[in-house]
């Protein structure tokens, strides 16, 4: 800007010095001409007013142009811009600095950017070419869609099959996954339902709330397995199971996969228990 004033103020010269001959030039034939010839007299003299009313012009002109136009800058002025310079995350990060600056902020630094999703999977490779030169290469997860391109899937399967192994539920898991800054391949945080649908596809069998063994008659919190329902009720396991989806029983799984929990009351256990040999009496009736 200051270069662009310097090069103003050299036409703005050229400009004075061409009006300042023009009236010169007209004085000095005003001067020459003889007096008796006064006709041309007074068209010089004409001439040499429109001279000078135009070097007059040129000069308020100029006046009004340094008041307005050129960029003068104190020493205070310079240092402060050479430090504003120096530290880019300032002018980038102010609040003044429209997003048009920003972006030719980054055409001052950046030549040119290479982008590359299929070099390495499940990851976007950048290139920088700087204007200095210099080259830099980074690596971005992509969100996709589909496991088979994740990028961290081995390290996903690995996490949730010793997490399950220590016997956590698909919502601790994903808990624990959100933790460690792991994500889904569309980017997004774990759920239980995510952990499930992980767990079939990798084929990571449920860890049992009893691990392996079979599943005892009751649980440590009192309630009751399948098995340990029907022998209190004198009944079948898939009577249990029926008795289940019609809402006579109460009972809760942990987890998709995990044994189930059935709460029985003396109550309960009564009114079933009866339920049962009313059943099989009207059955022997009916044979």
């Not at 920088?128 to 290469?137: C, D, F, K, L, Y």
């Amino acid at each position: 800007m200051e270069a662009q004033a310097q090069q103003l103020e050299r036409q703005w010269t050229l400009r004075r010095e061409r009006a300042r001959y023009e009236a010169e030039r007209a004085r000095r034939q005003y001067d020459a001409v003889e007096p008796e010839n006064r006709l041309v007299a007074r068209s010089l003299e004409q001439v040499w007013e429109e001279k000078l009313r135009a070097l007059e012009a040129v000069e308020q002109d100029h006046t009004r142009w340094q008041r307005a136009e050129p960029l003068v800058l104190s020493d205070v002025d310079l240092l402060a811009l050479r430090r504003l310079g120096e530290d880019l995350p300032r002018i980038w990060n102010a609040a003044a600095t429209a997003p048009a600056e920003r972006k030719r902020l980054l055409r001052f630094v950046v030549r040119a950017v290479v982008l590359d999703q299929k070099r390495v999977r499940g990851q976007v490779w950048i290139k920088i070419v700087w204007q200095t030169g210099a080259t830099s290469e980074h690596r971005l997860q992509r969100r996709v869609h589909a496991y088979h391109d994740y990028i961290d899937s081995g390290r996903l399967r690995d996490r949730i099959t010793a997490l399950n192994g220590a016997g956590l539920t698909d919502e601790a898991i994903a808990a624990r996954l959100n933790t460690e800054g792991l994500v889904s391949a569309r980017g997004r945080a774990f759920a239980g339902g995510n952990v499930w649908l992980l767990r079939r596809r990798f084929g990571i069998l449920t860890a049992k709330i009893n691990g392996v063994s079979p599943n005892p008659a009751r649980w440590p919190d009192g309630s009751y397995s399948i098995q340990g329902a029907a022998a209190a009720l004198g009944v079948t396991a898939q009577t249990v199971f029926k008795w289940l989806r019609r809402g006579r029983l109460v009972g809760r799984q942990s987890s998709k996969g995990q044994p189930c929990q059935i709460v029985l009351t003396p109550n309960t256990v009564e009114e079933l228990r009866a339920r049962a040999r009313r059943t099989r009496r009207s059955r022997m009736a009916a044979s």
